[in-house]
């Protein structure tokens, strides 16, 4: 055979050998393939089947416990129920036991008011046969015998209160005087003002008398202009190298005293220097006046005051009230308010800003119509005043009705500084004023005899006729007289009133 033929045909046993091979290994691995997937298909199913399994377990035993807690629920809701039913059951037995009860109340009020009916029928009858043999015996109409029984109680009523009166009094006395005597000694010790040791003058001292003459000028050309410019009366008389500025504005008289000084000084007088000397000088009081409200205010340890209200306050560095200067008189005011309205628990902050703001309306009286009080009051209230300090302002002296405890501790400490040991000066003819006016309200009472008012007028003691006024209308006289005097009258301090009443048996032995 041909060697190509036979080396063709070994190629082509060997390729069909081998496709053959390659067939069967394809069939083997597909087989083994088939096998391996229907294995991993076998352990998934049976996983699954697993995890179906237990999840049909979780889900009994969930439905289980749900069952339980469900069961639990209705049994305990069951037992509530049971429990609001009974409690239902007693509520109505009780309701229906009350509703008894009100029904046999009811029968019984009845029955009373039956017989109270009966009762104050046979009381009308009683009482009118009782009217009927009180008319017969005493030959009285009904009105007249009333008007002798109201008199009757009326006189019992005012025993009772007299003794009353007396009875609160001599408690409150007791007690109320040594508190506010400790608690007032305590605040002026330590306040610790000086005393007053002269009266504040206007008045300008000269080198020699021939000033006067320089001050007057031409045809008294000088002290017109001065005069004019300065509002205020410059009195030139026989008084020895020096004269007298007056006004009724303190302020301008101080505007007045110290240009007058600076022109004497200088020596330059003329109407063109007045002018611009008084100008300067009422620069210089102005800031004086500013700096004395805000000092003022700092002494008496106040903050927050508007502008306008210290400037205010500073023109009464040169207001005096009986030698007592009223910035002096309102700072010590208002460390007084402090310290008594610290011991009594109110509010000091407000009884303080009150009690220093007390007097501000006597640096405006002369320029506005109105009480000091008033005008006080009304200037402060526009610059956003807290309402209870301008209450306390406005009522100080009994003007407006009092709103706060403070308002009374303002009333107190303006009556302790003015009328502490040297405080004030009083000139005799007011005092002789005050003494006449205090008696004369005295004797204005039905029933006084004489009254004499001692100590300076702190107090007055009365004698009243013994067979008009009795024992229990003296204690109603002295409190009407008190009254009276709170009314009319404007005094430092308190006045004490004793009325007596006396009444005396004669005799003789022969």
Same mark, same amino acid.
């Given at each position: ?16 050998a081998?496709?053959? =091979? ?5 069939q ?5 393939? !088939?096998?391996?997937?229907? !294995? ?7 996983k ?84 009927e043999?009180?008319?017969? &015996? ?33 408690? +409150? ?13 305590? +605040? ?24 006067? /003459?320089? &001050? ?14 300065? /509002? ?7 008084t ?22 600076k ?5 330059? &007088? ?14 210089? *009081? ?6 004395? /409200? ?6 008496? $340890?106040?903050?927050?005051l ?35 309205? !610290? ?5 000091v902050?407000?009884?303080?800003? +009150?009690?220093?703001?007390?007097? =501000? $309306? ?7 119509? $109105? ?6 009051a ?11 300090? *301008? ?26 500084? /003015? ?7 009083? !000139?005799?003819?007011?005092? =002789? ?26 107090e007055?003691? =009365? ?8 024992? +229990? ?33 004669v005799?003789?032995?022969?």
């Open positions: 055979m041909n060697p190509f033929i036979t080396t063709l045909l070994i190629a082509l046993l060997s390729l069909v081998g496709a053959a =091979i390659g067939y069967y290994l394809r083997y691995k597909s087989q083994e393939e !088939s096998k391996r997937e229907q !294995s991993e298909a076998g352990g998934v199913l049976q699954a089947k697993a995890e179906a399994h237990a999840l049909h377990i979780k889900a009994q035993e969930e439905i289980l416990a749900m069952r339980e807690q469900a069961e639990k629920e209705i049994e305990r809701r069951r037992v509530e129920l049971e429990k609001f039913d009974e409690r239902l059951q007693r509520r109505r037995d009780e309701l229906e036991n009350r509703a008894e009860r009100l029904e046999q109340q009811l029968e019984n009020l009845n029955r009373r008011q039956s017989s109270l009916d009966k009762r104050l029928n046979q009381l009308k009858k009683a009482e009118e046969a009782q009217e043999e009180l008319q017969r &015996i005493a030959q009285m109409t009904v009105d007249e015998a009333r008007q002798v029984l109201l008199e009757k109680v009326e006189g019992d009523v005012r025993e009772d209160m007299a003794r009353i009166i007396r009875q609160i009094e001599t408690e +409150a006395r007791d007690e109320g005087e040594k508190r506010a005597r400790k608690l007032i000694a305590e +605040a002026i010790q330590r306040v610790a003002s000086e005393h007053v040791n002269e009266v504040t003058t206007s008045s300008v001292e000269l080198p020699s008398d021939d000033m006067k /003459g320089r &001050i007057i000028g031409r045809n008294g050309r000088n002290i017109k202009a001065f005069e004019q410019a300065a /509002g205020v009366d410059v009195i030139v008389d026989d020895p190298e020096s004269v007298t500025i007056s006004s009724f504005d303190p302020v301008r008289r101080e505007v007045a005293r110290r240009a007058l000084g022109l004497v000084l200088d020596g330059r &007088i003329h109407p063109a220097y007045i002018e611009k000397v008084l100008d300067k000088e009422e620069q210089a *009081v102005e800031k004086i006046i500013d700096e004395a /409200g805000e000092q003022a205010a700092y002494d008496a $340890g106040i903050t927050g508007h502008p306008a209200i210290t400037k205010m306050m500073g023109r009464l560095k040169f207001r005096t009230s009986y030698g007592q200067n009223q910035l002096d008189h309102a700072v010590e005011t208002a460390k007084l308010a402090t310290i008594i309205a !610290s011991e009594l628990g109110a509010n902050t407000i009884a303080k800003t +009150a009690a220093f703001l007390h007097d =501000i $309306g006597k640096a405006m009286d002369h320029n506005v119509e $109105g009480t000091h009080a008033s005008i006080g009304e200037f402060i209230k526009r610059y956003g005043v807290h309402p209870l300090v *301008v209450n306390a302002v406005a009522s100080h002296h009994h003007e407006t009705e009092q709103q706060s405890v403070e308002a009374v501790i303002v009333e107190a400490a303006d009556a302790i500084s /003015g009328a502490r040991p040297g405080a004030r000066r009083e !000139s005799l003819e007011q005092y =002789i004023k005050r003494v006449r006016a205090l008696e004369e309200v005295a004797n204005a009472h039905k029933g006084v005899e004489e009254c004499y008012a001692l100590q300076a007028g702190r007055i003691r =009365i004698f009243v006729r013994p067979e008009e006024v009795d024992d +229990a209308a003296s204690t109603i006289l002295a409190r009407e007289i008190a009254k009276e005097i709170e009314e009319k009258m404007q005094y430092p301090g308190q006045i004490k009133v004793t009325v007596i009443r006396e009444t005396r048996a005799d003789y032995a022969k």
